[in-house]
């Protein structure tokens, strides 16, 4: 029933529509049809911008995702950016930033390179800060 059904279509239908369509015999032709002769070809012009666009779409380049990236796919991610702070008592400064993001330029120390990686992501990596304590 249904294979009758597609034979239907392809042998009959599709034929009587296609005989049907105003198509002109020259480019020019295009121009002087009317709104409804229009309207008549959107169904058949739909198809055919289809079945182009997925024969070349194999061969367009693959858009990286820029949510590839993240790098924090789970920690608070109801924070803007995940910040923590450790007492360490016998650190020689008072504060030493130790990069997360594995994209600073000075690693292991923050250079802040997280801050275009969250903007450009939207990830909410951030610096491990230690602190020395004083006391």
Request: hydrophobic share 40%; with cysteine; charged share 25%.
């Amino acid at each position: 029933m249904v294979l009758e059904t597609i034979s239907r279509i392809i042998k009959v239908q599709l034929p009587a529509y296609l005989k049907k369509l105003p198509l002109p015999e020259t480019i020019g032709g295009f121009a002087r049809l009317t709104v409804s002769e229009w309207l008549r070809l959107l169904p058949l012009l739909g198809i055919l911008a289809l079945l182009g666009y997925l024969t070349i779409r194999p061969f367009l380049p693959k858009k990286k995702k820029q949510r590839d990236s993240l790098i924090n796919l789970k920690i608070q991610k109801e924070n803007p950016k995940i910040v923590n702070e450790i007492d360490i008592e016998d650190l020689n400064s008072a504060n030493v930033c130790y990069c997360r993001c594995w994209r600073s330029k000075t690693f292991p120390v923050c250079d802040k390179s997280h801050i275009k990686h969250n903007e450009l992501t939207g990830d909410n990596v951030g610096p491990l800060i230690l602190k020395k304590k004083i006391l």
